[in-house]
């Protein structure tokens, strides 16, 4: 029965090794890696793939139950898939084995604290961004597509479509609908 590890990181500039290396460590046969930030499943191929082809007996391991999910919800989702499927989750650094009601349970109570420190960061980074505007420092982030709505207006006079224009220019198709009734 294949193990399967998965290692992820939040932005390109961490490093998958010490993941990589404790998933090989515990006897991992296939291990799939990504760099996806976000609190949720979306956009996350190489878990998709892991979990699409699973099966049976097989095992999912990591090294930390934050690696694979943030949100108690996905996490559930996660390991009912995997239950469905007749397959196990493990994570090498916690108690966590699903095969054994002791581990389901760990499982339980960290995926809580783990959506409970993702709902703690977001509740101080709307703090920050508050104070910030009280003080007039906080402009939010630059607009990017009205810089380029010159652009927009050249391409859509060449013929071509809003989701051609979108594409080409790396921005919303909603923003290009915008810049062009305007």
Do not use: W
Request: aromatic content about 4%; proline content about 1%.
């Amino acid at each position: 029965m294949p193990v399967y590890g998965y290692a992820r990181v939040s932005s390109t500039d961490q490093s998958l090794d010490i993941q990589k290396e404790r998933l090989e460590a515990h006897g991992c046969t296939v291990i799939r890696s990504e760099k996806v930030s976000g609190t949720s499943r979306a956009g996350r191929s190489e878990l998709d793939l892991i979990l699409e082809l699973i099966q049976e007996g097989d095992t999912l391991v990591v090294t930390r139950i934050d690696r694979l999910a943030r949100s108690l919800k996905d996490l559930q989702d996660i390991v009912h898939d995997l239950k469905a499927k007749g397959a196990f989750l493990q994570a090498t650094d916690q108690s966590i084995d699903t095969s054994n009601a002791a581990g389901k349970a760990f499982l339980d109570m960290l995926g809580v604290f783990a959506e409970f420190e993702t709902n703690l960061r977001r509740e101080r980074q709307m703090e920050g961004i508050a104070k910030a505007k009280a003080k007039g420092v906080y402009k939010g982030r630059k607009p990017t597509a009205r810089e380029k709505a010159e652009d927009v207006k050249r391409l859509k006079s060449e013929g071509m479509g809003a989701t051609e224009i979108a594409r080409e220019l790396s921005i919303g198709r909603a923003s290009v609908y915008r810049i062009l009734a305007e």
